[in-house]
């Protein structure tokens, strides 16, 4: 999708899926970011991570042939691949010190707020990247930043 004047048109979101008014911006810590257009407070479901249901088998080949990370892994045999059909969870950025922690319940993935969230903040998860998966570079610039999208322990 190309706007007119040749960049790519902003992600939407697909509101069925949000419980919050929220929206997709340009972000500071890497290309699209999802923001809060309302105050969420603390404990309440904020999106459902939604994709493809795709094998450890597919997944993996999906992950090796594709840049972009959009695999959520949600047990010893399934991803969601948010790049096919998600609901815009998938541009939620990685942050070592988030505001979101996904639960897995029945092969659905939900983010939840870890904190009260502002109005206007942008959402972020911890993707907890395996020490074993492709190392990654952070550079999320919080305080609590390990340097690197994969857990180190
Ligand atoms: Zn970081």
Request: with cysteine; proline share 4%.
């Amino acid at each position: 999708m190309k706007s007119k004047s040749g960049g790519v048109a902003r992600p939407q979101l697909k509101p069925e899926y949000c419980n919050f008014q929220l929206e997709v911006r340009p972000s500071k810590i890497h290309r699209w970011g999802v923001f809060a257009l309302e105050a969420i407070p603390k404990g309440k479901k904020v999106m459902e991570y939604t994709g493809e249901l795709v094998s450890r088998k597919e997944g993996k080949k999906r992950s090796e042939s594709n840049q972009i990370h959009c695999l959520f892994t949600i047990d010893p045999y399934w991803y969601i691949d948010g790049a096919v059909g998600g609901s815009g969870a998938e541009f939620v950025n990685h942050t070592c010190d988030p505001s979101l922690e996904s639960r897995i319940l029945k092969r659905r993935v939900f983010y939840f707020a870890l904190r009260d969230i502002e109005k206007g903040e942008e959402l972020s998860l911890d993707y907890h990247f395996g020490k074993n998966q492709e190392k990654v570079k952070c550079s999320c610039g919080t305080a609590k930043c390990r340097g690197w999208i994969n857990l180190l322990e």
